[in-house]
């Protein structure tokens, strides 16, 4: 028996229709809320960012939405993603349990982000848009959307928090050779940037800084639209190929996963992965047990508010109903950049409030480590946000040998850490520590939340 099992569907594999978990929730969405009124919004309010196509899809309720020829066309690039069986790691940890993991690191970009740039840059150009404005925090998204923007002959505005963009120079020129053109956040090209640095010149930069000042990019332009890689309704159903291609995947494998592990940030990854399967659960098909890891540094879902939150902190975005850690919140410098967001994707936060699935944190220094006895295992080494999922996917694996029980265990693996060496330096020189972030300052973050009626 090979020690590594590969499971490859054929291009023809490629799901045609993206999963709407909506469609299958036991009550509607909480509803979105304009920032200046705090009045129900309109899709005339989000036109002003956003194209047609994309704010039907924030607001549908049909199961199954069709994903249009041009994307499928450029998903074939690394569609469908290979699911690796682990069997060199499940010795390493000496467990009955059956590991699996889905790689999106083979996408153009190493990571699962271009599964919602490639349809976001498509649905702006054909909508007559000319230039996208984004942010970034680790830069796996910025890349991403440039990669997409040079596909479809659009400009791309990327503001990337400035500790990230410190951190990993290489997810910058990476932007920079598909032609786009990168700010570190907060900065002085807009006025919520400029506000920010009044008050600390120093400051390292937030995900919410950094949303504030594309958002105003994109609203004071008529040919700019802003684009988000996370959170939103659309952007977790365009990432649902990945769980789609896992249930094909597992037919051909036989098996079945009994427990998921995925990261959480904003939220993309997780969607992606466990929507598809928490729909067979609310539709009572099956019993799959989720679990969404996050960082101990940033625990949006295991010590966030469940309330009505801006998504930015200039507050020019609308208010949605989230666990959030109120958009004040400015996270450590931690190496896990794309999960130091104040915020959790509504669908995401309803469901855990469902109790759909579970919630767990884990600390810095565990991440790497798991991610190291991986690599050298499985011989891929993992982005740092990717290896929470590895870490929990660990937790479960050690769980079954104390336990006795042969589970299969999903996670993934969303991204590879090739642009993220400097964090493996540091972490190998021991400069790495562990942050767990005090109870009085969530406390005072939350302090100023909305008051929504």
């Not at 991440?367 to 929470?388: C, M, R, T």
């Amino acid at each position: 028996m090979t020690d590594q099992v590969k499971y490859v569907l054929d291009e023809k594999d490629i799901p045609e229709t993206w999963y709407n978990v909506i469609a299958d929730l036991p009550e509607p969405p909480h509803g979105v809320l304009h920032p200046a009124t705090g009045q129900p919004i309109t899709p005339d309010d989000l036109a002003t960012i956003f194209p047609p196509a994309l704010i039907e899809q924030e607001v549908s309720d049909l199961r199954e939405i069709e994903i249009p020829g041009p994307v499928r066309e450029l998903y074939r690039q690394w569609r469908p993603s290979p699911l690796f069986r682990a069997r060199r790691w499940e010795k390493t940890l000496n467990t009955p349990a059956r590991i699996y993991y889905k790689y999106e690191g083979v996408s153009p970009a190493g990571s699962h982000k271009p599964n919602t740039a490639i349809p976001q840059a498509y649905y702006n150009k054909t909508a007559g848009i000319k230039k996208l404005a984004t942010e970034t925090g680790a830069g796996q998204w910025g890349s991403s959307l440039a990669i997409a923007c040079s596909a479809f002959d659009l400009e791309c505005l990327v503001f990337m928090v400035k500790v990230s963009s410190e951190q990993k120079p290489y997810r910058k020129a990476l932007m920079q050779s598909f032609g786009a053109e990168v700010v570190p956040s907060p900065s002085q090209r807009t006025q919520s940037g400029r506000d920010i640095l009044a008050k600390d010149p120093d400051c390292t930069g937030s995900l919410g800084i950094a949303i504030s000042e594309a958002v105003e990019v994109a609203a004071a332009s008529p040919d700019t639209n802003y684009a988000l890689g996370s959170v939103l309704n659309h952007v977790c159903l365009h990432q649902t190929v990945i769980g789609l291609e896992c249930m094909k995947q597992f037919e051909m494998a036989g098996d079945s996963p009994d427990v998921i592990c995925a990261c959480t940030g904003g939220g993309s990854n997780f969607a992606g992965m466990a929507f598809p399967y928490l729909g067979q659960n609310l539709r009572g098909e099956s019993n799959t047990r989720v679990v969404a890891v996050e960082p101990a540094a940033c625990p949006t879902l295991t010590k966030g508010a469940f309330a009505y939150d801006y998504g930015d902190t200039a507050h020019l975005t609308p208010m949605v109903k989230m666990h959030t850690l109120g958009s004040s919140f400015i996270p450590p410098g931690f190496h896990s950049g794309g999960l130091r967001y104040h915020g959790m994707g509504p669908l995401v936060s309803q469901l855990l409030d469902l109790q759909a699935f579970e919630a767990t944190s884990v600390h810095q220094l565990e991440i790497f480590e798991s991610g190291v006895e991986f690599a050298k295992a499985e011989l891929i080494l993992p982005a740092p946000e990717a290896n929470h999922a590895v870490a929990a996917a660990r937790r479960e694996a050690i769980r079954c040998r104390e336990e006795g029980v042969g589970q299969t265990i999903l996670f993934n693996l969303c991204g590879h850490g090739h642009f993220d060496m400097q964090a493996y330096t540091d972490y190998f020189a021991g400069k790495l520590k562990d942050y767990e972030y005090p109870a009085e300052e969530i406390a005072m973050a939350l302090s100023g939340l909305p008051s929504v009626g």
